[in-house]
């Protein structure tokens, strides 16, 4: 089984519209592999043997809060769709009802939020977030949060392995997820702020920008038990991504973990 835990697609009616804008504004440095639809997503996953592939939408103002989760709530209980997708929600973290919108999105049986610091402008270990994180794990909520670089925005960046590192500490880790191994164009310092912490890493965007040994090293340090496949498509090739891991040299076990095991964990299914 493969279950790939972060892709993006948007409704029909907006999708190219999207696409168009997020490209431009990253400079077209990606070469996107969907058109952003939910059926250009399962045709790759067809073509490419991905069982399941988590939709990870962001929030980037109050007023999509309502749109956004219904969505997801549209994807995850669809006859066809709830087959080969789940859909996380979103959340607009500055709201001064975010207890209410997080337990809005509960009782829509949805089961984790994507948060992105660089789009909805916080900084990831604000302490105000905390009392945010802390409230939505309370509810058995994960967290996947974009860790790092990111092609629309300027540095100095939002969240790094040192910002989350101070994080988990405070929260003593739970269900979270660092997209992009925990920092995109990061990694160096990964090592020293979270591995062995109580923290997901998910392998989205991966070995364009990290080398194939410091991931073996990782998934060794870290533990295969905390890393989950992932893509970011339509950013990034699944079935590149999958290939470099399956060729690399670690236990049929510790792939088994990262590709599909870890995943059905958190999810519970």
């Not at 490419?48 to 999509?64: N, R």
């Not at 749109?67 to 996380?88: C, D, H, L, Q």
């Not at 939505?136 to 925005?153: N, Q, R, T, V």
Request: net charge negative; aromatic share 12%.
């Amino acid at each position: 089984m493969i279950i790939d835990f972060h892709t993006h697609i948007w409704p029909d009616a907006v999708a190219s519209k999207a696409m168009e804008k997020l490209t431009h504004v990253s400079d077209a440095c990606f070469n996107p592999v969907t058109d952003g639809t939910l059926k250009s997503l399962l045709s790759r996953m067809d073509e490419w043997h991905i069982d399941y592939s988590l939709i990870q939408p962001v929030v980037t103002k109050s007023s999509q809060i309502k749109t956004v989760n219904e969505f997801a709530y549209s994807i995850n209980t669809g006859a066809e769709t709830s087959r080969r997708f789940v859909s996380f929600g979103g959340l607009w973290p500055h709201s001064e009802n975010y207890k209410q919108d997080i337990d809005y999105i509960v009782s829509l049986g949805i089961k984790g939020i994507k948060l992105h610091p660089e789009y909805q402008s916080f900084e990831v270990d604000d302490p105000a977030m905390l009392k945010v994180y802390d409230y939505a794990l309370s509810k058995d909520l994960i967290l996947l949060f974009h860790a790092g670089a990111d092609p629309a925005f300027s540095e100095p960046y939002r969240s790094s392995p040192e910002k989350f590192a101070s994080v988990i500490d405070n929260l003593n880790g739970g269900k979270i997820v660092l997209a992009h191994m925990g920092g995109h164009l990061q990694y160096q310092r990964l090592e020293e702020n979270l591995v062995g912490k109580n923290v997901f890493l998910d392998t989205s965007m991966g070995f364009d920008y990290y080398p194939k040994d410091w991931f073996v090293q990782v998934v060794k340090r870290h533990g295969s038990d905390k890393i989950l496949f992932a893509s970011d498509s339509p950013w990034s090739n699944a079935k590149r991504e999958y290939d470099t891991i399956n060729a690399l040299p670690l236990l049929q076990e510790e792939k088994d973990n990262i590709f599909y095991k870890n995943a059905c964990r958190l999810l519970k299914i």
